[in-house]
């Protein structure tokens, strides 16, 4: 090769999405705030003066602190405690962890799962094409937030005791995944059995090229782009998601709260004036999806070759 | 025409066979529902009985026969918590949730259309951007969420307005009102709000951008050529060719809200049907799990149905392009 191929870093910083990126204030904005809100809950464990989860750390003594710029606030309990003690800022950064992991396996595994199934349909039509759009008309046609509310409370039912507390988390991955498919086995069946058609494809064909390999290596990468978007913007909805099934109580348990789980706890306390048992959750619930809408709104505008 | 009706309804009732089917599922993974309802002194006999009255001592299919057949009638069994009728504890729960429901609709289209006409006729100014933006805040925001905030407002802050419950409602029949009575009418307000934010922002943007793409169009072009004034132009013209796509959506999302109200409703404690099931969930209470979820997909199902009808009849091209 005479020409030396550019490595990854220039290529990302020559890119037109990343020109767009630096025009755009909101955006980087957002990436930024993001990006502090994924490592601070990242590395909550080294940063936080006590670990939520572990009973042995909470003290009755510091119940019901008020945040430390109020009379009573007290170091090191930033933005006050709950009514055992347990400190508000841990209790957000370690749920925001959960919560954040959640978003990210549900979106991880909707993704493989709706993008294989949307290769096969478009690839091959067919019956394997019928089959899988119905099944995917049959969990459109009932709301998502329905079928997250079943799976977990069929989990509930049906998992031992001992499990439940465990896998709570996985269940609510699933649960959300159920539904999430559909969006990215449409998209990609769509543009599938529009390319599949094209020359390239046949080319390749002709070549006899294996079905899998063209479908992963040739048609896969022309059909991204729409899910990129689609998949920025479901991350925020799987954590909006998450959090309203542990809101309801079916979702993460007390033991490992989630936001959606402490926003809980707050309410119940909303009348006895510890309003910082919930507004300080709900905060951070908000920036946290706000600043993934944000990007999601630039990325939906930066990848569409119509406004450019 | 008939060719497209039938695809249409068969397709309907397909996807309700398979949401029945779901529905149907669950007995089949929360175990033994006679072990939840029965205490230490039953006998063996009563223990019978029940499953014979239940009708779980059938073979599976059999009884999803029977729960398909039953539900079209509109009966879902008893309770397994309180062994009352399903269909009644429903059909007395759902007036609250309709009344929330169909006032959130109207409130969501009444601030809806015009903030999106606003914000697309003054593109570019500052108040739009500002709504704009508040717009994309409005969808980050869960519904539990605006639900906690009104109540931390207005009834913990400043007290106006109650944050639970019905308050006094008026009894016609079975059918059930608080748009009669003061206290009826001051506890809708806030699960009102709560629930239409989220629809607002939806009528909003869909607003906006149909009104921006028929701005640009040439009868809109000719109009202001011809010197008719501005605010007929936006008002009479444009909007008009807007309203379609908004009557549809609206039409569509209220299935998609009387889902979603379940969650106002727990955070107002609104007796309505959503409270209804999230307490069915707490107690495994199966047989109303299963009604809800049935009732809900049937109305989301039926409204989605008469759209695409009406749509057809509308626009012949579409009677041939759905597949």
């Given at each position: 090769m005479s020409l030396a191929e550019p490595n990854l870093l220039t290529r990302i910083r020559r890119s037109d999405l990343w020109w767009s990126f630096t025009q755009h204030k909101a955006a980087m904005a957002a990436a930024l705030l993001l990006a502090l809100l994924i490592l601070s809950a990242a590395f909550a464990p080294w940063i936080t003066p006590q670990n939520p989860y572990d009973p042995a750390q909470l003290d009755l003594w510091n119940a019901e602190l008020p945040p430390i710029w109020m009379e009573r606030g007290q170091w090191p309990y930033l933005l006050g405690t709950d009514?055992?003690?347990?400190?508000i800022l841990s209790a957000i950064l370690y749920g925001s962890r959960s919560s954040i992991i959640i978003g990210i396996g549900s979106v991880a595994l909707s993704l493989v799962i709706g993008i294989s199934l949307g290769l096969m349909a478009g690839f091959f039509g067919g019956i394997t094409d019928a089959v899988l759009m119905r099944v995917g008309d049959v969990l459109l046609s009932v709301p998502t937030i329905l079928i997250a509310m079943l799976v977990s409370a069929m989990a509930r039912a049906s998992l031992p005791p001992g499990l439940r507390e465990v896998g709570a988390g996985a269940v609510l991955i699933l649960a959300i995944t159920l539904s999430a498919w559909v969006q990215y086995a449409r998209t990609v069946r769509a543009q599938t059995s529009v390319e599949r058609r094209k020359e390239y494809v046949q080319a390749a064909r002709l070549l006899k090229v294996p079905a899998r390999r063209i479908m992963v290596k040739h048609i896969l990468p022309n059909t991204m782009t729409p899910i990129l978007v689609a998949a920025t913007l479901n991350f925020g909805m799987a954590i909006l998601t998450e959090a309203t099934l542990s809101f309801l109580g079916i979702g993460m348990p007390p033991s490992q709260p989630s936001l959606g789980t402490l926003i809980r706890f707050g309410n119940q306390y909303l009348f006895s004036g510890m309003w910082w048992m919930v507004i300080f959750p709900v905060l951070q619930l908000c920036l946290l999806v706000v600043s993934v809408n944000l990007l999601g709104d630039w990325l939906r505008d930066a990848l569409n070759p119509k406004l450019r | 025409m008939i060719v497209f009706l039938i695809k249409r309804l068969s397709n309907a009732a397909l996807v309700m066979l398979a949401v029945a089917l779901m529905a149907f599922m669950i007995f089949r993974f929360a175990g033994d529902p006679v072990e939840l309802m029965v205490?230490?002194?039953?006998?063996q006999e009563q223990r019978q009985e029940l499953r014979e009255r239940l009708g779980i001592d059938q073979p599976v299919l059999m009884q999803f026969a029977r729960f398909v057949g039953n539900a079209v009638q509109g009966d879902f069994g008893i309770s397994y918590r309180n062994q009352e009728s399903v269909m009644s504890l429903i059909a007395e729960r759902f007036p609250a949730t309709f009344e929330l429901v169909i006032l959130a609709t109207i409130l969501s289209l009444v601030v809806g259309v015009p903030l999106g006409v606003i914000t697309a006729i003054y593109r570019g100014r500052w108040f739009s951007e500002a709504v704009q933006f508040a717009s994309i805040i409005g969808v980050s925001l869960p519904s539990f969420v605006i639900g906690i905030l009104l109540i931390l407002g207005f009834s913990v802050s400043l007290g106006w307005l109650p944050a639970f419950g019905r308050g006094e409602v008026v009894q016609f029949g079975w059918w059930s009102t608080g748009l009669l009575t003061h206290s009826g009418r001051m506890a809708l307000i806030l699960p009102t709000v709560a629930l239409s934010l989220y629809q607002i922002t939806l009528v909003m943007r869909l607003v906006r951008a149909e009104m921006l793409e028929t701005l640009r169009s040439d009868f809109v072009k000719f109009a202001r050529a011809r010197g008719v004034p501005a605010w007929r132009i936006h008002y009479r013209h444009a909007l008009r060719n807007c309203l379609m796509p908004v009557v549809t959506m609206t039409a569509m999302n209220i299935g998609a809200l009387i889902a979603f109200a379940l969650v106002t409703e727990t955070v107002f404690q609104w007796p309505g049907m959503g409270l209804l099931f999230i307490q069915a969930i707490t107690f495994v209470d199966i047989p109303v799990m299963a009604a809800y979820l049935v009732i809900v997909s049937f109305i989301f199902v039926t409204l989605n149905t008469l759209v695409d009808i009406t749509y057809a009849l509308i626009d012949p091209r579409l009677r041939d392009a759905t597949t």
């Open positions: 009514n055992q003690g347990r400190d | 205490n230490e002194q039953t006998t």
